[in-house]
């Protein structure tokens, strides 16, 4: 007997819908007492846990930034033998790139709240022969926030008359290609191809394409012959994160009965810091202290490298109780140093309301151990599980309010899940020298949304509906997303126009004069402003 797929009822995408005040909604969160409020009431909670979701999404971004940092810092050594003087030459190469870095772990790890709850959407909706489009619309809406806002807030950032442009031009226009092509490429299969229809072929076309996008970044960052395009690669730093030095905490150089241990920038040229780190902005209330550095007996670089500190010597469970005591303080030695008593109460307010999240996120083992690696995993399972809670509260806000999931979806959504590209972004274009991660970080999160956080979704989906029903996927507002790829199509091409003519007429992405940095900035929210109002028309009926 064959079985008979499940359909999405009425005309909402989420098949729950209601109009505020008039229908009654029975989903609810925790309780079935919360359907006894009046849904003006219960939308306005939902949407505080919503933002409470964000917030913890935040806490979590910071360790998942430190555990970045230790992985991409990793580096082996090289032996060489040297063929004018055969001796041997010992030198240490980065495991990472930088192409492959931005892509993988920059660009992937800060779009996995969105890759997590497109994922999360196609499992609940597995069966169904319509997809869910929760997370088509997350993503759409977190593509448009990447491309938009985040240039408008780095090219304010560097400081008045400073200019950070793209050092590796070949890099940045093989990965603007594929970001372009995967938004042609999602039009071309809901509109062109098989219109309204997705099949499992398609779906692992989008999947594999991401694949070829690592191929053909890399192929340019290393210069092959036939594949990479002919263009010269400006100065950059040599580290992509800089070099590992101690600092001792402020307040007696020891905490718990051991040393603390950051990771701090401490190269020839100062203005590198570490773009994924979070200092405070009163530098003077710590004390640095530059490691000595060590004699190599065979050196290649002409460079003393510095002593490195094996931060697994401390032992595990000490780095671990420490975590969970700075969850638990709500005032820091820096905080008590501030005269001023209302912004004192105001910090420990907000550590107050960070205090559960911080709490829960310190089992996160430390991010010293493994090179990063666990506590890399760690958190993404941690974002996961807040991806889990922001689609469910998500589902219920549509069927309290009434509004169109695709609204939410394109606005709240988007940005609130797009935050930690937001963070990457800003301090990369703050503390590096060059603007290649920060608006490396952008085309590549806009690529990978398509083709890892679209394309596992519908794989999984096709791949039930294939061999269960021998039917392909449906999607219910085809005719909407491709109103709204159009949308992104338009504006996006406006915004990388103004980045060219930055770099033709100042020399640079981003900075410069802060009049026109600040022009460039407000004409890059008001494209975001132009999408969101008329892909939220189209998707609701409007137009």
Known sequence: ?????????????????????????????????????????????????????????????????????????????????????????????????????????????????????????????????????????????????????????????????????????????????????????????????????VTIWEALLTVLMYGLLLIHAYAQDKRWPYISLPLTRGERPEDWVPAEVASVSCEDDVYGGYTEILAVEEDKNEEIVDILSFHSEKQEHSIYRKVPAAEDSVESSNRPFQKEINLEDLHVLQLWKKQFMDALTLESPESRKLNN???????????????????????????????????????????????????????????????????????????????????????????????????????????????VGIGIPWLINTAYNFITYGEPLRIENAEGLGFTLMVFFSTSVGCISVLVVRRLILGAELGGPRFWAWVTSVFFMLLWLIFVVLSSLRVSGVI
């Open 1 to 197: 007997m064959v079985a008979v797929p499940k359909q999405v009822a009425g005309n909402s995408m989420l098949g729950n819908s209601s109009i505020l005040g008039d229908v009654k909604c029975n989903s609810y969160l925790l309780f079935h007492g919360e359907t006894a409020l009046g849904n003006g009431l219960r939308g306005f909670l939902y949407f505080l846990g919503l933002a409470y979701c964000f917030i913890g999404l935040s806490a979590i971004t910071a360790r998942f930034f430190r555990s970045m940092e230790n992985i991409v810092k990793h580096s082996r050594t090289v032996v060489e033998v040297d063929p004018h003087t055969n001796t041997e030459i010992i030198k240490q190469e980065k495991v990472w790139n930088y192409a492959t870095a931005d892509i993988t772990l920059l660009a992937f790890g800060t779009s996995f709240p969105q890759i997590s709850l497109a994922t999360i959407d196609a499992i609940r909706n597995i069966g169904n022969l319509y997809a869910g489009g929760l997370g088509p619309g997350t993503l759409l809406g977190s593509a448009a926030f990447d491309l938009f806002p985040i240039h408008a807030v780095c090219v304010v950032v560097p400081k008045a008359g400073e200019l950070k442009k793209i050092s590796d031009i070949g890099v940045w226009l093989v990965e603007l290609f594929w970001s372009f092509w995967a938004y042609a490429w999602l039009y071309i299969i809901l509109e062109v191809w098989t219109p309204k229809v």
């Open 341 to 451: 008593a209302h912004l004192r109460v105001a910090r420990i307010l907000w550590q107050s309301l960070l205090a559960p999240w911080r709490l829960l996120f310190a089992f996160v083992p430390p991010y010293q151990i493994a090179h990063g690696w666990i506590a890399f995993i760690c958190s993404l399972l941690f974002i996961s599980g807040i991806a889990y809670i922001v689609t469910e509260l998500t589902d219920i806000i549509s069927c309290v309010t009434g509004i169109n999931a695709y609204v939410i979806a394109f606005t709240a959504l988007a940005a609130g899940t797009s935050w930690p590209d937001l963070v990457a972004s800003k301090i990369a274009a703050e503390r590096q020298l060059t603007a290649d991660s920060a608006i490396a970080n952008i085309t590549c999160s806009n690529s990978v949304n398509i083709y």
